[in-house]
């Protein structure tokens, strides 16, 4: 009877949902979708304050908003408040991990899974290689598609890789919430400056440079990288406490 | 019916298999590996619409370390192939 | 026809966390429900024929067709936002088990 219900009540919310979807202003048909009468129009063209007349790739200077990925303006320029927020959630979310599972005296996780010595040379080597393809994403994000989240999640992956290889490896995690809590503050203090200096908090004070170029679009890598850094501590973090358990 | 469209079609009913035994396969670590081959398909369905930043962070995020936090939890617990 | 197949993907989730019993699945089917409703999200801003919302040397103006950049922007916060609550609800499961020794919610009050 009680499936029956929420059988009942799952079919109902996704007629609902069809129902919705048909052909009105907010929802239109899959793929018939039109851009010039939606707000995300005035970012494609980075009219939101100015008027630059035509974007173009390697030769529009200046613009509101620097960055080639359009995903990248709107997350950490035009909406980087609300990234700030986000960043925020993750940060009580492995608090309350480390809450939960971070005890006093910690040893490594036993499990019957003991790793050869090809298996830890070879993990040594795909290691940079890893923790390098996350720098790169990271600092190219306003360019390429990826950026400060992806990147971290490397960067986060890459230790993951040194503790599966290695069953007594232990990351320095004081040296991770230092990271952490840095890459944090120095977010803040760059919406502190742009309060201070252009008036308005996150605003962007630096020159935006030309379309493409990959020193341009003034605070947005700087603030890219430092998510990425704060993410890759965040989440090796987290792997940390899950990895570990209580004893000797 | 172009080349696009089959495909757009098999993933589809890939995706909604997979679901389905996630949600109802008998064991737990055969939950956890059907809902990383979802996430993985999910990939290629933002690639499909276009959305190439959604489709890095969901590869490295989604199927990469939520598997092992899951696969992780269950090690830890020793629960591994008793029945759901 | 994806647009479709993410509605259903979040019908299955609310189905699984409405009637199963286990922590573990619960988590499985809150993680289906997010994945569907993300790429339900990402449709909502696709257009036939559009290009990726990047400007390249290929790419370069920006009176072509793009999808809508909005609905990613929105769509890539939620995916860290899901490893953080997957992350938290894993570690309540992980602390449930170590008190009452199952992950089933109904065999929990017995002991």
């Keep these: ?248 | 019916m172009t080349v696009i469209n089959i495909i757009e079609i098999v993933i589809s009913i890939l995706v909604i298999l997979l679901a389905f035994l996630a949600i109802n396969s008998k064991t737990l670590i055969k939950s956890v590996m059907f809902l990383s081959g979802l996430s993985m398909l999910s990939v290629l369905g933002f690639v499909l619409m276009k959305a190439p930043d959604v489709a890095v962070t969901e590869a490295v995020i989604g199927s990469g370390l939520v598997t092992a936090l899951f696969v992780y939890t269950l090690l830890a617990v020793g629960k591994r192939g008793k029945k759901a | 026809m994806l647009q479709y197949a993410a509605i259903v993907l979040i019908m299955l989730g609310l189905y699984g966390i409405l009637t199963k019993r286990n922590v573990i699945k619960i988590i499985v089917s809150l993680n289906i429900l997010e994945i569907g409703l993300n790429l339900f999200i990402v449709s909502v801003g696709f257009v036939d024929g559009g290009l990726a919302p990047i400007f390249t040397s290929q790419n370069a103006t920006n009176d072509l067709n793009f999808v809508d950049p909005l609905p990613q922007a929105l769509v890539l916060t939620a995916i860290v936002i899901g490893v953080g609550t997957t992350a938290l609800g894993l570690a309540i499961a992980k602390t449930i088990y170590a008190k009452y020794g199952t992950f089933n919610l109904d065999e929990m009050g017995e002991k």
């Design chain 1, 1 to 248: 009877m009680k499936n029956f219900l929420a059988l009942a009540l799952s079919l109902f919310i996704g007629f609902l949902i069809i129902m919705s979807l048909r052909n009105n202003v907010a929802f239109p048909e899959y793929g018939t979708v039109n851009v010039a009468s939606r707000v995300s129009q005035a970012y494609l063209d980075r009219d939101v304050t100015e008027n630059p007349g035509t974007v173009i790739f390697g030769e529009s200077v200046n613009l509101e908003s620097g960055p080639a990925n359009t995903v990248t303006a709107i997350v950490a320029d035009y909406r980087s408040f609300d990234t700030l927020g986000e960043v925020t959630v993750l940060f009580v979310s492995s608090l309350g991990v480390a809450l939960l599972l971070g005890t006093k005296k910690q040893k490594r996780l036993e499990v019957d899974f003991h790793p050869n010595f090809m298996l830890r040379v070879g993990s040594r080597a795909l290691f940079g290689i890893i923790l390098m393809t996350g720098i790169y994403v990271a600092i190219h994000g306003h360019l390429t598609p990826g950026g400060g989240f992806p990147g971290g999640a490397m960067i986060a992956s890459s230790m993951l890789l040194l503790y599966l290889a290695n069953d007594s490896f232990r990351a320095k995690i004081k040296g991770f919430k230092i990271l952490e809590s840095a890459a944090g503050s120095a977010y803040i203090l760059i919406g502190l400056i742009g309060l201070l200096v252009g008036g308005y908090f996150l605003q962007n004070v630096l020159d935006n440079g030309t379309l493409g170029s990959l020193f341009s679009a003034g605070f947005i890598p700087i603030i890219y990288v430092l998510i990425g850094l704060k993410v890759g501590s965040e989440i090796s973090g987290v792997i940390d406490n899950f990895l570990t358990e209580e004893g000797v």
